[in-house]
């Protein structure tokens, strides 16, 4: 029996159409995660501290000595303080006085007690005089005050000595103790100020720190 050709074509475009089916898709490719990137601080720098202006000072209390052994002396310096004005009586007419600073609005009085000892063996030797004691703070030099002498009245209610520190002459084994005022900002502490006493071109000058 004869098949038609047409059957033929037909069975064979059948078998062909079963061959060549469309292919599954490819997977999609994943895409990775960005990774996180960690951003380092930027370090602060540090400030650079202030150097110390008088690295070797002396603490309060500490002693210097200078001279030979015929003029040996001995200085030192063993309290420091501020106060906003201070008080001195008057014997003459039996009141209490109050004192300020020249410029109130802004300054304070620092007190400075120092003691200056005759060790040598002379009978005689002078004592540091007081206008060759500078207190320094930040820099800048504050000289001694000049509203009192070693004959002004004594001031109350702040346990001073009874003299102001005025030099002068030392007897042999003699002690002069006494007190210093200087004018100063009222931004000082002791603790940020320091003493330097002048003894003279042949020997070096002592500094204090003064807290």
């Known amino acids: 029996m004869r098949i038609p050709i047409v059957l033929i074509l037909l069975a064979a475009l059948l078998v062909t159409a079963g061959c060549t089916g469309v292919p599954p898709a490819a997977p999609a ?18 400030p650079t501290p202030e150097p110390e202006p008088f690295p070797d000072a002396l603490p309060i209390g500490g ?38 600073p020249q410029d109130a609005a802004n300054n304070q009085f620092l007190f400075v007690q120092l003691k200056v000892k005759h060790l040598g063996t002379k009978k005689e030797i002078g ?5 060759g004691c500078i207190v320094w703070y930040e820099g800048r030099q504050y000289p001694v005050w000049t509203g009192r002498d070693n004959d002004s009245p004594p001031i109350i209610d702040l346990g001073l000595p009874i003299d102001d520190y005025y030099g002068g002459i030392l007897r042999k084994y003699e ?3 006494g007190f210093l005022i200087f004018e100063v900002p009222k931004t000082l502490t002791p603790g940020d100020a320091h003493l330097a006493i002048a003894l003279g071109n042949q020997y070096d000058v002592p500094v204090w720190k003064l807290g």
């Open 29 to 46: 490719t994943p895409t990775p995660a960005p990774e996180a990137t960690t951003v380092a601080p930027t370090p602060t720098a540090e």
């Open 175 to 177: 002690t002069r103790d």
């Open 127 to 131: 004592a540091p005089h007081p206008t």
């Open 63 to 100: 002693e210097f000595r200078y001279g030979s052994e015929e003029d040996l002396r001995e200085i030192e310096v063993y309290r420091a303080f501020t106060v906003a004005t201070y008080w001195w009586h008057s014997d003459q007419t039996g009141s209490n006085w109050e004192t300020k």
